[in-house]
């Protein structure tokens, strides 16, 4: 059954610093993967998403994410954070019409 | 630039009472999605809908709530009689053929 696990429910970093927002998933079949963002009081907004077509995904606000079948994960990445990335983050995976969303990381930016 | 639009954006009721939540879906998607969101059981698939005619409502509590598709270009959620525990945010989400969803910015609803 597809799923995904994401790790840290609270990740903090440093303005400036790299941003590493871990999520795993399990699918017996190749998947669709996506990450999406909620800023406070906001709906959920697609970040990006991954179809097969390159391991490497750019989104956007500068967030990338590498697909990695050996090791079943997704991570979502970027080379500085900035003060407007605080936000929650959700990892997903299709599951036939339906996407399967993890339990989300809410990322801390600290001046 | 195309969106999904819900109303009323915020909601304040008392137990008993009726809700209803609108959505308008993106023109041209056909699969409509409901979720509720509470910050103890996270984001929850309520129900959803596609060329209007319900697909999955299992996660719906089938004795206070229901949601239609009265037309293409509206979704509703109800909930009769609602409870404090129906307290939380609720999002509609459209998809076209892409899989992609793309999410409103949801009604936040107290019942008090």
């Known amino acids: 059954a597809q799923s995904v696990t994401q790790l840290g429910s609270h990740v903090s970093v440093s303005e400036g610093a790299l941003v590493l927002l871990r999520c795993n998933y399990s699918?017996?079949?190749?998947?669709?993967l996506f990450w999406y963002v909620q800023y406070p009081n906001q709906g959920l907004q697609l970040l990006l998403k991954y179809t097969s077509a390159a391991t490497l995904v750019k989104g956007i606000n500068g967030f990338e994410a590498e697909f990695k079948k050996s090791e079943t994960s997704f991570h979502l990445t970027k080379p500085s954070a900035h003060m407007s990335d605080a936000a929650e983050y959700f990892c997903?995976?299709?599951?036939?019409?339906?996407?399967?969303f993890g339990k989300g990381t809410r990322l801390h930016i600290l001046p | 630039d195309a969106r999904v639009t819900q109303t009323p954006r915020h909601k304040v009721t008392e137990m008993g009472q009726e809700v209803t939540m609108r959505c308008q879906p993106i023109l041209g998607h056909n699969t409509v999605f409901w979720y509720r969101q509470t910050m103890m059981q996270g984001l929850e698939l309520l129900a959803y809908f596609r060329n209007r005619a319900p697909l999955d409502d299992s996660g719906m509590p089938k004795d206070r709530f229901s949601a239609e598709m009265p037309d293409a270009t509206l979704a509703t959620l109800k909930i009769q009689p609602s409870e404090p525990r129906d307290s939380a945010v609720y999002f509609c989400?459209?998809?076209?053929?892409?899989?992609?969803?793309?999410f409103g910015p949801g009604t936040r609803l107290t019942v008090l």
């Open positions: 699918s017996s079949v190749p998947p669709y």
């Open positions: 989400a459209s998809a076209g053929e892409a899989d992609t969803q793309y």
């Open positions: 997903a995976v299709s599951k036939g019409d339906k996407i399967i």
